[in-house]
């Protein structure tokens, strides 16, 4: 059974960091390709970044120079670093899996529950 599990949402201030986590088990995580996505509330989810291996990665416009995805295949685990956080960014997070790296939400086979990011004063 493929398992994705995110951790580190939370509260954070305007400008503020958090990092993400997302642990991978049941498939073979180093030739997958991991992404992350998000969804706020009345929206449809959307990308945020993407990655196959630590050269091959690709972000969101709106995220550009702010989020940093990277991943350890050692530990199975994903990770989104973002930095300067704005209200707009504030969304259920989700990490998912699949064979091909793409920001089209339909090719991805396996998503984790969400963690939520909250940007607030």
């Known amino acids: 059974e493929v398992r994705l599990m995110e951790s580190g949402g939370g509260l954070v201030q305007p400008g503020g960091s958090l990092r993400l986590s997302c642990a991978a088990s049941?498939?073979?995580?180093?030739?997958?390709?991991m992404g992350w996505f998000r969804q706020a509330p009345g929206k449809e989810r959307e990308e945020v970044a993407v990655i196959y291996t630590g050269d091959m990665s690709y972000y969101a416009d709106s995220v550009k120079g702010r989020f940093t995805i990277s991943r350890d295949n050692a530990k199975s685990t994903l990770y989104l670093q973002m930095n300067s956080l704005t209200p707009e960014d504030t969304a259920m997070y989700y990490c998912?899996?699949?064979?091909?790296?793409?920001?089209?939400?339909?090719?991805?086979?396996?998503w984790g529950q969400g963690t939520q990011v909250t940007v607030s004063s």
């Open positions: 049941g498939y073979t995580y180093s030739s997958n390709c």
């Open positions: 998912a899996a699949g064979p091909e790296l793409t920001f089209r939400l339909e090719k991805w086979e396996y």
